[in-house]
């Protein structure tokens, strides 16, 4: 029974994906990005650049005149500085503005909304029920991406209300995943927490980096190969870690001999406590997400 059910799932959800990603490319659905700065542009540019939409269905709304212009120029997708002319006719509105311009916002589109439409927010901090308020609306997904969505390398976490139905899921899953991977969590709590991990998560790789880099510094590389030795030791560890099945602490372990050098560096990082306050500094991040979306 199991087994059966297994093999159902491995061959019918692949292929439901498939008709998804044909019927997303064939059918006349227009997406809306409301606020093109970092996080708005750079779904707007992933969607653009996949073959999944072309530029007639994708449209991208900004209130800055010069960001208006910028945008014209990459020539991409179609640009408007009218809500009026590309709201009402779209069917999935992403909404990526900074989490304080959102009551705005909701205030200048309600009139132009209706129930059809699927509200995809990239707003850290704003609820599912702040935006269903908000808007009047139901149909509502709330994610977290992170900033490595810039080089199609990011991972979205997205949860929805119940009014959003599976199919249109797995559409506005097809359009997160343009900049890279998605999962969904099973409700906003899992938002926030994701926040901790993978929102706030590039900083603190950065921070790994710094540091590293700051040692081979002081050891008297140039600043060139410093970069050099670290980036590339970062990529290298990531590669090796998603081409096994092995976790990171048989790999410390295979990498540490004793009495070696490594074993000398994570010994020095156990006795300094690094991985609890690593799990600290995510923790506060998770709290942080929490607190904001009170305020
Ligand atoms: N950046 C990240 O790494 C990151 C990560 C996770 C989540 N997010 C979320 O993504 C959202 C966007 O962040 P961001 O860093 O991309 O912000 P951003 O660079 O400031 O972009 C927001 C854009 O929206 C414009 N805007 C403001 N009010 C508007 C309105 N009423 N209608 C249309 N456009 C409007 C802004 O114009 P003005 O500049 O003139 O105000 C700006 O061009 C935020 O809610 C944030 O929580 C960002």
Redesign the pocket.
């Known amino acids: 029974m199991v087994f059966a059910q297994l093999c159902l799932k491995q061959r019918v959800l692949p292929a439901i994906r498939t008709l998804l990603q044909v019927l997303i490319k064939n059918n006349k659905m227009k997406v809306l990005v409301?606020?093109?700065?970092?996080?708005?542009l750079t779904y707007a540019e992933g969607m653009a650049t996949s073959p999944l939409l072309n530029r007639r269905k994708l449209r991208v709304?900004?209130?800055?005149p010069e960001?208006i212009n910028i945008l014209k120029n990459m020539d991409i997708f179609d640009v408007y500085d009218e809500l009026e002319a590309c709201l009402p006719q779209a069917d999935v509105v992403f909404l990526?503005?900074?989490?304080f311009?959102c009551e705005?916002?909701f205030q200048?589109i309600r009139p132009m909304v209706n129930e059809q439409q699927i509200f995809v927010s990239?707003?850290?901090g704003v609820t599912i029920e702040a935006i269903q308020k908000g808007l009047g609306v139901k149909k509502v997904v709330r994610t977290?991406?992170?900033?490595p969505a810039q080089v199609g390398k990011g991972i979205t976490s997205y949860t929805e209300a119940p009014e959003v139905s599976r199919v249109e899921l797995l559409m506005v899953r097809n359009l997160l995943d343009t900049t890279g991977k998605s999962i969904r969590v099973k409700n906003e709590n899992f938002i926030d927490a994701s926040t901790g991990i993978s929102?706030s998560g590039p900083a603190y790789v950065f921070y790994f980096m710094q540091s590293m880099m700051e040692a081979a510094l002081k050891m008297g590389f140039s600043e060139n190969d410093s970069k050099v030795l670290v980036s590339q030791t970062f990529e290298g560890a990531v590669e090796l870690f998603n081409q096994n099945s092995i976790s990171p602490n048989t790999w410390m372990e295979r990498v540490a001999s004793k009495g070696g050098t490594t074993r000398a560096a994570l010994d020095s990082m156990e006795d300094n406590n690094v991985k609890e306050l690593i799990k600290d500094a995510a923790y506060a991040a998770f709290d942080r997400a929490v607190e904001l979306g009170k305020e």
Do not use: C, E, F, Q
Not at 61 to 64: C, L, V
Not at 96 to 99: I, S, Y
């Open positions: 409301i606020g093109a700065g970092n996080m708005g709304y900004d209130i800055s960001r990526a503005v900074k989490p311009h705005d916002l200048k990239l707003m850290a977290m991406p992170n900033l929102g």
